[in-house]
Antibody, heavy 117, light 112 residues
Framework: QVQLQESGPGLVKPSQTLSLTCTVS??????????WSWIRQPAGKGLEWIGR???????NYNPSLKSRVTISVDTSKNQFSLKLSSVTAADTAVYYC?????????WGQGTLVTVSS | EIVLTQSPGTLSLSPGERATLSCRAS???????LAWYQQNPGQAPRLLIY???SRATGIPDRFSGSGSGTDFTLTISRLEPEDFAVYYC?????????????FGQGTKLEIK
């Protein structure tokens, strides 16, 4: 059973870069069994897929965020990471790391990131 | 880009009743790539149904999914107290320009 845990600052200033890490346990990120995704959810709103990475390092991003997003993987630490640049208040949300292929089989518990000065 | 529209926005029912939730796609999609999730307050979503009609591991058989083309349905045959939550449908599009995971806006199932 794959388990995912997000970590990173809960408060980011406007115009700065949001950085989160997801630590994977119960399975190897190098196994090639899944894509590894980031998904976010503003308070009281729906889910938005941000992007994903495969063990090879191949990435796909939501076109609406592509210019600001970088997802990377560190197989030696069994982690993958999200960087979102030039954040504004609209980026305030619960950020989930997740895994799956055409669906999301496993979710982290989520971490709230607030963008505020 | 495919848009998923869920209805109703809120559904008020009593325990023991049958719930029918709808997800409509803006264009025909493969049912292989249609999934449903349940989300309780303060928790991450949980996969319920994939491939439009296959239950995920550990999901009770009172949950069922159906549909094809543009119209998909999640049915809960007899509501239990723990079923009152928000439900999302999701589509995976593998076509160019990029693969995309698209979610509906959600249906809130509340106790009447």
């Amino acid at each position: 059973q794959v388990q995912l845990q997000e970590s990173g600052p809960g408060l980011v200033k406007p115009s700065q870069t949001l950085s989160l890490t997801c630590t994977v346990s119960g399975g190897s990120i190098s196994s090639g069994s899944y894509y590894w995704s980031w998904i976010r959810q503003p308070a009281g709103k729906g889910l938005e897929w941000i992007g994903r990475i495969y063990t090879s390092g191949s990435t796909n991003y939501n076109p609406s965020l592509k210019s600001r997003v970088t997802i990377s993987v560190d197989t030696s630490k069994n982690q993958f990471s999200l960087k979102l640049s030039s954040v504004t208040a609209a980026d305030t949300a619960v950020y989930y790391c997740a895994s799956g292929w055409e669906r999301v089989d496993y979710w982290g518990q989520g971490t709230l990131v607030t963008v505020s000065s | 880009e495919i848009v998923l529209t869920q209805s109703p926005g809120t559904l008020s029912l009593s325990p023991g009743e049958r719930a029918t939730l709808s997800c409509r796609a803006s264009q025909s999609v493969s049912s292989i790539y249609l999934a449903w999730y349940q989300q309780n307050p303060g928790q991450a979503p949980r996969l319920l149904i994939y491939g439009a009609s296959s239950r995920a591991t550990g999901i009770p058989d009172r949950f069922s999914g159906s549909g094809s083309g543009t119209d998909f349905t999640l049915t809960i045959s007899r509501l239990e107290p723990e079923d009152f939550a928000v439900y999302y449908c999701q589509h995976y599009g593998s076509s160019p320009p990029v693969p995309m995971y698209t979610f509906g806006q959600g249906t809130k199932l509340e106790i009447k």
